[in-house]
């Protein structure tokens, strides 16, 4: 058995991304208090939920700050239903990151936004968000499924 079958990701991690630049549609942003490994510590953190995404993920300060750049909002409550990039990327400190952008391209609608995500459990991240150790296996890109978008032709669509 696969230690990553075992111990699955919680929250979405750059190697999610398998080197790819993705487009996310966001269905639920929150606040949560998270354990912060390197403080040592709880605090408060963004966490994102997309549209049939199995993984939700945790915003840094930097990736935070990008969300308020890329959506025009400053209230996290406004953040649901604006789609957003996805690239792995590293941090100046050279650890692997994600960077939050504009997309290249917009889908004019959006599928039913109020339908709820699946909530995650409390876990322990760094100061970057990320949660556990080590790196997630190449097949764990099954995080998402279709690129994260409503699809025209997706019975689970409702744009």
Excluded: C
């Amino acid at each position: 058995m696969k230690v990553s079958q075992l111990y699955p990701d919680k929250w979405l991690k750059a190697a999610h991304l398998q080197g790819r630049t993705i487009t996310v549609y966001i269905q639920k942003s929150t606040v949560q208090e998270l354990f912060n490994t390197q403080a040592k510590k709880k605090e408060a953190k963004f966490v994102l939920y997309f549209y049939k995404a199995k993984l939700p993920m945790v915003l840094n300060k930097t990736q935070a700050m990008a969300m308020v750049e890329v959506t025009g909002e400053d209230d996290s409550d406004n953040w649901k239903g604006h789609y957003i990039a996805l690239s792995p990327s590293l941090a100046p400190n050279g650890e692997a990151t994600i960077t939050v952008s504009k997309p290249e391209l917009e889908r004019p609608s959006a599928p039913d936004a109020d339908s709820p995500p699946s909530e995650a459990p409390e876990e322990e991240t760094d100061e970057n968000g990320d949660a556990g150790d080590g790196e997630a296996e190449a097949e764990s890109s099954a995080w998402i499924k279709h690129g994260g978008r409503p699809d025209d032709d997706d019975p689970d669509y409702h744009g």
